[in-house]
């Protein structure tokens, strides 16, 4: 679980704060992931998770404010260079190519190729995703087949377990349950409970339903016009009091504006 | 291949589909629904079969020479084509780029005194560069391909017309001319080289890969660390540097170089040939293979038509009916493979 101090700490960011023009995306961000964790990230629409995914995924850098990996400090340059750091994003729209198959997804930009022409050694990738997914529990019938054919959740899953056995450390899961039905959304979390209690995998987890944050994730935080305004471990808070906060300060936010 | 399925409930497991559950007869009909390319083999046998049953002389040695040439031509072009096409683009300038590549060569020998090998080398160099601003354009600038590959087609036409003054050049007496289009199938032999060759870059390599994974889902394989817009250009590169070359092959091939020789017409070709194949526009889906059988189809409709006195009015007639067929085929029996009923 989390380290109390900061020093055991995956992942730091401190001050971060992203403009766009006239628009504030977000404010002063401070965010910590401990090894081991899976740490719940909610917030209404516009309080700038998305921004945030982006920035401590090296999709765009942040305007100032510092991010430091296992107490190293790094400029994050690009998605690849996050990458090479351990850090990987499973995008909401799954970055899954519908036309290619399950295993040429799973391989894709770092395909495997033989010597010493540069052919796809597609044998060994079919083997090595077909084993990898057996081994994280995702069920997949062929991985010869097109992901267009897969449901929702198997999708997510490959999406996920391509991050993971891309060398993965630190995972940012965008709304992995979005649009998908109660059994699907249970073997998503299911996988990510797998991941973090075998793998070593830290894990945020962006979601709307407090329900599913409390049931997997094991600290809270909630985004609000670009600042965390809340940070609880899961065991001390309930779906009311969550509530209850998102309430409070929208009612504060109305009436302030 | 358009069974309809019967049975209320819902199929068990994607791989219990409608045709799977039959004999062999219905295994072959999968084949050739699933495959993009068999359903357009058949077409182009039948073809055959009918054009040799009204005329005999259709597969004669006479005749079989004039339909390879027509057939290299538009393939080759087409094999380039296919690769933008997968990446969601389109290169309208290619027929313009094979009449400037031979005057190229031309100049490079007569006024640089370059060696017919580099002449060739250089023509095809500025063929690379004219994909490479095609790409540039379209990729950075984000103008969309279409227009893009407008204005070089209007721009290179000036070019070729510029520097020729309109006139067609006689070829260079050279060795090799045999090897480089005059001799006949000479052409044909390399585009189906040339096709082998893409057909294997797209479907065995990583650049093929990510070619399909740029057209399917762009900012998903941008998300995945995929150089989309890298792989994108130098496919525009490809295809302008095998219009290029068709154009040098075809200048050998009729012996002369021609500043109206290719144009609108051989690059309509390329891209129905594409099209017919199997080969969508939107990106994302598009097979080689399937454009060098276009292109055979096509070749063998024209002449075939032609042995049978059919003019040309007819002819297009015939080509844009067999363009929407072929289209709609190819939407209807992706929209059934993408629901996993085959």
Same mark, same amino acid.
Request: aromatic share 6%.
């Given at each position: 679980m989390a380290a109390p101090n900061g020093n055991g700490d995956r992942l730091v960011a401190e001050g971060i704060a992203k403009r766009f023009g006239a628009v504030v995306a977000l404010r002063n961000v401070n965010l910590r992931l401990g090894r081991n964790e899976v740490l719940g990230l909610i917030g209404d629409n516009g309080a700038g998770k998305s921004t945030l995914i982006k920035i401590l995924t090296g999709f765009q850098p942040p305007d100032t404010g510092r991010i430091l990996i296992d107490g190293q400090e790094v400029q994050l340059k690009s998605v690849k260079h996050a990458r090479s750091l351990g850090i990987d994003t499973v995008f909401q729209d799954l /970055?899954?190519? !519908? #036309? @290619?198959?399950v295993y040429h997804n799973m391989f894709l930009n770092r395909e495997v190729v033989k010597k *010493?022409? *540069? $052919? @796809? /050694?597609n044998r060994i990738m079919k083997r090595r995703a077909r084993e990898y997914l057996d081994d994280i529990g995702v069920q997949i019938?062929?991985? !010869?087949? #097109?992901? /267009?054919? @897969?449901s929702g959740g198997q999708r997510q899953a490959i999406a996920v377990a391509r991050s993971v056995h891309s060398d993965a450390s630190i995972l940012l899961l965008d709304e992995p349950l979005a649009a998908m039905g109660a059994k699907e959304g249970a073997m998503i979390l299911d996988l990510v409970r797998r991941l973090r209690d075998e793998r070593d995998i830290s894990i945020i987890m962006i979601a709307h339903n407090y329900v599913h944050v409390l049931e997997v994730c094991d600290r809270v935080n909630l985004l609000r016009g670009g600042e965390i305004i809340f940070d609880k471990p899961t065991a001390e808070t309930s779906v009311e009091e969550l509530t209850n906060v998102v309430v409070r300060d929208l009612r504060a936010a109305r009436q302030g504006s | 291949m358009a069974q309809p399925t019967t049975e209320p409930e819902a199929p068990a497991a994607p791989e219990e589909s409608v045709l799977r559950r039959g004999g062999a007869a219905t295994a072959i009909l999968r084949a050739f629904v699933v495959r993009r390319e068999a359903s357009i083999v058949l077409v182009a046998i039948a073809l055959v079969i009918y054009f040799q049953s009204v005329?005999? +002389? $259709?597969?004669s040695a006479g005749n079989l020479p004039v339909i390879a040439q027509f057939v290299a031509a538009a393939a080759i072009i087409a094999a380039g084509e296919v690769m933008l096409m997968i990446g969601g683009e389109i290169d309208l300038s290619v027929g313009q780029v094979f009449a400037l590549s031979p005057f190229i060569m031309f100049f490079a020998m007569e006024d640089y005194g370059l060696p017919f090998a580099f002449a060739v080398v250089a023509a095809l160099l500025v063929s690379a560069f004219i994909g490479l601003v095609n790409g540039t354009i379209t990729c950075l600038l984000g103008v969309p391909s279409f227009i893009t590959t407008l204005g070089t087609l209007f721009l290179i036409n000036g070019l070729t017309l510029t520097i020729s003054d309109g006139f067609p050049r006689a070829v260079p007496d050279v060795s090799v001319a045999n090897i480089f289009g005059? /001799? +006949?199938y000479s052409e044909f032999i390399w585009a189906v080289v040339i096709i082998l060759a893409v057909h294997t870059v797209l479907r065995l390599t990583p650049w093929g890969l990510h070619t399909v994974a740029g057209g399917g889902n762009p900012l998903g394989a941008r998300e995945a660390g995929v150089r989309v817009n890298y792989v994108k250009i130098g496919n525009f590169m490809l295809c302008s540097v095998l219009a290029g070359l068709t154009g040098i092959l075809e200048a050998f091939q009729i012996d002369s170089i021609d500043p @109206?020789?290719?144009?609108?017409g051989i690059m309509f070709q390329a891209i129905s040939a594409a099209v017919i194949g199997g080969t969508a526009l939107a990106g994302g889906s598009g097979t080689v293979i399937g454009a060098l059988v276009g292109a055979l189809v096509l070749g063998i409709l024209r002449n075939g038509f032609t042995l049978q006195g059919v003019d040309a009015f007819t002819f297009d007639l015939i080509l844009g009916i067999a363009i929407l067929v072929a289209m709609i085929l190819n939407v209807y029996l992706s929209r059934m493979r993408r629901q996993g009923k085959v």
């Open positions: /970055a899954l190519i !519908n #036309e @290619l198959s *010493p022409l *540069p $052919f @796809l /050694a019938g062929d991985v !010869n087949d #097109e992901v /267009a054919r @897969l | 005329n005999s +002389n $259709f597969l005059a /001799a +006949n @109206l020789a290719g144009g609108t």
